[in-house]
C-alpha cells in the first residue's frame, strides 16, 4: 500500500460530459502529481502541485484543470469528455516538489462511450 | 521526441533466463528511478541510481547507471513470473522539477 488514495477506481461516462477524479496523498506528502496512462503506454505527465500551488505543467489539455486544497487533497476535472480521454488517470505524491521518489495511487480507469 | 528510449519494448522470455532492459537519453539526469507496474496498480519504485557508474542490487535485479549519467540498465537473473509487468525509467533534471518518463518494457515471465 503506497498510502496514496485515488476515487473513484472506475468511472464510465459519455463523451461531452465532465468528470472529478479525486487523489488523497501519501500522509506527509506535499506535492502531487496526476499522471494519464493510455493502454500499454507509459506515463504522460500531466500537472504537478506543491502545498496548493501549481509547480509545474506537462501535455495537460485545456479541457482539463485541476487544483490541490488546503488539505493537500487534489482534484483533477475532465471536461468535454471525447473518446481519446479514456485511459487510467494516476496521482503521485512525494515529500518535496523535485524530490524523489514518487508515491503512485492505483489509478482511475475511465471509459467513455 | 522521446528523450528517455526503453528498449525492447516488448520481452517474452521463459521462466529461469536472464534478461537486460535499456534506458537510453543523450540527455544528463542527475538520478534515474526505475519503477515495476502489475496490471490495475499503480507503478510502484524499484530503485534510485545516483551517481555515475553506479550499480545496485535488488535480489535477482542488478541496477547500472552509466558513467556519463545518459543511460541505465536493469538485468534480471534467473527472472520469474512474478517479475511480469511494465517496467518504467524515470529521469530528472535538476533544471526541471519533472520527472522524464520513458514509454516502458512490457515483460512477461511463462512459466
Known amino acids: 500500500d503506497s498510502g496514496v488514495t485515488q476515487t473513484p477506481k472506475h468511472l464510465i461516462t459519455a463523451t461531452g460530459q465532465r468528470v472529478t477524479l479525486r487523489c488523497s496523498p501519501r500522509?506527509?506528502?506535499?506535492?502531487v502529481y496526476w499522471y494519464q496512462q493510455s493502454l500499454d503506454q507509459g506515463l504522460q505527465f500531466l500537472i504537478q502541485y506543491y502545498n496548493g500551488e501549481e509547480r509545474a505543467k506537462g501535455n495537460i489539455l485545456e479541457r482539463f484543470s485541476a487544483q490541490q486544497f488546503p488539505d493537500l487533497h487534489s482534484e483533477l476535472n475532465l471536461s468535454s469528455l471525447e473518446l481519446g480521454d479514456s485511459a487510467l488517470y494516476f496521482c503521485a505524491s512525494s515529500v518535496a516538489p523535485d524530490d524523489q521518489p514518487q508515491h503512485f495511487g492505483d489509478g482511475t480507469r475511465l471509459s467513455i462511450l | 521526441t522521446q528523450l528517455l528510449e526503453q528498449s525492447p519494448q516488448f520481452l517474452s522470455i521463459q521462466e529461469g533466463e536472464n534478461l537486460t532492459v535499456y534506458c537510453n537519453s543523450s540527455?544528463?539526469?542527475?538520478?534515474l528511478q526505475w519503477y515495476r507496474q502489475e496490471p490495475g496498480e499503480g507503478p510502484v519504485l524499484l530503485v534510485t541510481v545516483v551517481t555515475g557508474g553506479e550499480v545496485k542490487k535488488l535480489k535477482r535485479l542488478t541496477f547500472q547507471f552509466g558513467d556519463a549519467r545518459k543511460d541505465s540498465s536493469l538485468h534480471i537473473t534467473a527472472a520469474q513470473p512474478g517479475d511480469t509487468g511494465l517496467y518504467l525509467c524515470a529521469g530528472a533534471m535538476d533544471s526541471n522539477y519533472q520527472l522524464i518518463w520513458g514509454a516502458g518494457t512490457k515483460l512477461i515471465i511463462k512459466p
Open positions: 500522509s506527509g506528502d506535499l506535492s
Open positions: 540527455s544528463v539526469f542527475s538520478s
